[in-house]
């Protein structure tokens, strides 16, 4: 089987990780053959605006394989994100041209975080779901508002286009796409290869909404987020944390609403649940032990709430997606969860 060709734009200001995090997922999948031989999965090519060295956010400089003159055919075309395709006008249009030049010839496109300047300028994502990093979902919108943005997404596909959250999102992605070529097992041999999550539970709002306590410094509630993720299966009443924060209940409640977006009940609630998703199949736990673990008063309660959010019950969910027995990492495809959307 001949390996699939998978480009990937580079510009100067690009963010280094969404070039060289999908680039290293595609170059670690391989095939195990016979008498220890691999076959590659894929054949990476790094595709400049011109034939020049780029350098990126970070100041390393990478050097293009090919440019958009002479650019061989592609299976998927990979576009990351950086101020370069944000800022620069010229760098977003030579982008979105060479895309709408290969769009009917190629299987996939992808964009990485803000990498979906340069493909929403096609025009070819009007209409459709997309993800995007979490702080820059309203610019997005408001540069693109015939997009469908999802802030909360790692990322999502929409037909024949991938986009997706920031930085490390773009490894999530490409080793979906792995998954989606040749499997799991595949998949998950990069994963460990790389020492990464396969499939992270979640959306982007587990690690927004804690960042944004921390980056608060001036806030009694700046490192209330991060504490609370460690507690879990402590008391997380309104009560105790108004005590930990150093605040009255009422005046805590309308604090935490106000610098969070949500009710502290509501925060707690969320962060459970994705902390017992990840348990139910990483483990062989039972039901009630998982949701005990996670500060749930009893196995109903865990039940109630876990179909409530996700519409389906803890065994079901671990039945479906959980392939501990199997793999020593869990692998699921919930496509109806926080962590992905897929759209129709």
């Known amino acids: 089987m001949a390996p699939k060709r998978i480009g990937i734009i580079g510009f100067d200001g690009v963010v280094a990780i969404d070039l060289a995090g999908p680039a290293d997922v595609f170059t670690y999948a391989e095939i195990p053959g016979k008498q220890n031989g691999r076959t590659p999965c894929y054949e990476v090519v790094m595709i400049g ?24 055919p592609l299976d998927t075309l990979i576009v990351p994100g950086g101020r370069g395709v944000v800022r620069d006008p010229q760098i977003a249009k030579a982008i979105a041209t060479f895309i709408k030049a290969r769009a009917k010839s190629t299987r996939r496109i992808v964009s990485i ?8 300028e096609t025009g070819l994502l009007n209409g459709r779901k997309v993800a995007t990093h979490w702080a820059h979902a309203r610019r997005v919108f408001d540069r693109f508002p015939q997009l469908k943005v999802d802030d909360n997404a790692i990322f999502i596909r929409d037909g024949s286009f991938y ?18 070529d040749y499997g799991p097992r595949v998949a998950m041999t990069v994963a460990r290869d790389l020492v990464v999550y396969l499939k992270r539970s979640g ?45 009255c209940p009422r005046h805590f409640c309308r604090r935490f609403k106000r610098e969070f977006g949500d009710t502290p009940a509501e925060f707690v609630a969320r962060l459970r649940l994705d902390e017992a998703r990840r348990r139910l199949c990483s483990g062989d736990n039972s039901v009630e032990n998982v949701g005990l673990s996670v500060g749930f008063k009893s196995a109903d309660a865990f039940r109630r709430a876990f179909q409530r959010r996700f519409e389906i019950n803890p065994n079901e969910y671990r039945r479906r997606f959980s392939t501990a027995a199997k793999v020593p990492a869990c692998v699921h495809q919930y496509r109806e969860s926080h962590r992905i959307s897929v759209a129709a």
Request: overall charge negative.
């Open 49 to 72: 605006l011109s034939t020049r060295p780029f350098v990126t956010e970070s100041g390393l400089v990478f050097k293009p394989h090919r440019s958009f003159e002479n650019a061989p």
């Open 113 to 120: 975080c803000t990498g979906i300047y340069g493909l929403a």
């Open 163 to 180: 986009t997706s959250a920031g930085a490390t999102a773009g490894i999530d992605l490409s080793l979906s796409l792995v998954e989606e």
């Open 203 to 247: 959306g982007q709002k587990q690690y927004s909404a804690p960042l944004q306590f921390q980056t608060q410094a001036v806030s009694r509630l700046s490192d209330l987020a991060t504490w609370i993720v460690t507690h879990l299966s402590e008391d997380l009443s309104v009560e105790m944390l108004a005590v930990k924060a150093c605040l």
